[in-house]
C-alpha cells in the first residue's frame, strides 16, 4: 500500500504546469474566446439581486453555460493528462469522444457529491447541532470524490476498463492524504481568488465597469484555464502514483 504525501504531489503538480507551461498555454489559448463569451454572459444575464428571504434566482443562459465551461474544461484535461501521460501532443480544440466521456463522468461526480452535501448543510441550518455530525460527514464525501477522481486520467487515455472502483482500491488508506491535498489546492484557489479580487476591488474604487471587466477577464483568460490545467495536473500525479507507480 503505497501512502501519499501531499505536499509532495501538489508540487509536482504545480512543478509540472510551469515547467511545460508553454504547452500547457497551446492547450488552453484555442478556448479562452469562448470561455470569455461565457464570463460576459454571465455577467450581463445575472440577476437582479434578491431581497432577504428570497431564494436566488438563475437565468436559462446561466444554466446554459455550465456544461459548456465543464465540455471546455474537459477538454483541456484531456489534452493535458494525454500529453503528461502519453507525451501525445494534440490540437487546442479537442472535442471528441475522450473529452464527452471526461465532461459526463465529471458532472456525474459533481452530481454524487452535490446532493448528500447539500442535504447534510440543510439539514445543519434547521438543526444547528447538527452541523458536529455534518462537518465531518462532509469532508469525507470530499475527500472520496477526491479517491473518485483519480479515474479521470484514465479516462483521458481511454483506459474504459479502469472505473471508480478501481480508482478506490488503487487509493486505498489514503483517504485523509487525499483531504489534505484537497485543502492545499483549496489554498492555492483561495489565495488566487483573493488577489483577483482586492485587484479588482481597487479598480472598482477608481471606476466600477473598469473593476467588473477586470474581473471578468481574470476570471476567464486567467483563472479558469489555470485551475483546469492544475486540477488536471493533481490528478495526474495521482494517477501516475497510486495506478502507474510513479514516484515524485
Not at 49 to 67: C, D, K, M, N, S
Not at 78 to 100: A, K, N, P
Not at 149 to 176: K, V
Request: hydrophobic share 60%; proline share 6%.
Amino acid at each position: 500500500m503505497r501512502k501519499l504525501s501531499p505536499t509532495k504531489a501538489i508540487s509536482h503538480a504545480l512543478n509540472s504546469v510551469w515547467t511545460f507551461r508553454q504547452a500547457a498555454l497551446r492547450i488552453a489559448l484555442p478556448w479562452l474566446p469562448v470561455l470569455l463569451l461565457c464570463g460576459l454572459a454571465d455577467v450581463y444575464f445575472v440577476p437582479p439581486e434578491t431581497a432577504p428571504g428570497e431564494i436566488p434566482r438563475v437565468t436559462p443562459v446561466q444554466i446554459a453555460i455550465l456544461p459548456i465551461v465543464l465540455v471546455v474544461t474537459s477538454s483541456m484535461s484531456v489534452s493535458w493528462q494525454r500529453f503528461i501521460l502519453r507525451d501525445e501532443i494534440g490540437h487546442g480544440l479537442r472535442l471528441d469522444g475522450y473529452v464527452l466521456s471526461y465532461a459526463l463522468f465529471g458532472f456525474l461526480l459533481i452530481v454524487l457529491v452535490t446532493i448528500p452535501v447539500t442535504l447534510l448543510l440543510a439539514i445543519a441550518i434547521v438543526a444547528p447541532p447538527a452541523v458536529l455530525l455534518a462537518l465531518p460527514a462532509i469532508v469525507l464525501i470530499v475527500g472520496a470524490a477526491v479517491r473518485l477522481s483519480i479515474r479521470f486520467p484514465a479516462i483521458a487515455l481511454g483506459e474504459r476498463a479502469f472505473g471508480f472502483r478501481d480508482a478506490w482500491a488503487a487509493s486505498a488508506g489514503n483517504m485523509w492524504q487525499c483531504i489534505g491535498l484537497l485543502v492545499l489546492y483549496l489554498a492555492i484557489v483561495l489565495g488566487c481568488v483573493l488577489a483577483a479580487a482586492l485587484l479588482s476591488g481597487a479598480l472598482s474604487l477608481i471606476d466600477r465597469t473598469l473593476g467588473l471587466f477586470l474581473a471578468v477577464l481574470a476570471g476567464s483568460l486567467l483563472l479558469q484555464p489555470f485551475f483546469a490545467i492544475l486540477n488536471a495536473s493533481i490528478l495526474t500525479s495521482l494517477y501516475g502514483f497510486f495506478v502507474e507507480g510513479r514516484d515524485f
